[in-house]
């Protein structure tokens, strides 16, 4: 199993991401995936939630309204829009099928 998470940066206070997960050596079709993410001195926490046919979406509270979790089966891909963002979305961000890990991808929202 490999996920690779890519698309963090640095951004501006109000801006705006777009997270990719790129996922191979399992039926990515047949999880389903969430995207953690944990900031300096904090547990690693759920952001986002997506059955394996997309049909069904869960977020964590902070993030409701201005995250959005989706996901390409064709391209074994779950992708994470990220709008409005302010410095407490400030962390490494990681997609998981429910055993592994990628190296993750850090997102910094400053001024």
């Known amino acids: 199993v490999q996920l690779v998470e890519s698309g963090g940066g640095l951004v501006q206070p109000g801006g705006s991401l777009r997270l990719s997960c790129a996922a191979s050596g399992f039926s990515f079709g047949w999880y389903d995936m969430s995207w953690y993410r944990q900031a300096p001195g904090n547990e690693r926490e759920l952001v986002a939630f997506i059955v394996s046919d997309g049909g069904r979406t869960n977020y964590a509270d902070s993030v409701k309204g201005r995250f959005t979790i989706s996901r390409d089966n064709a391209k074994n891909t779950v992708y994470l829009q990220m709008n409005s963002l302010n410095p407490e979305d400030t962390a490494v961000y990681y997609c998981?099928?429910?055993?592994?890990w990628g190296q993750g991808t850090q997102v910094t929202v400053s001024s």
């Open positions: 998981n099928e429910g055993s592994h």
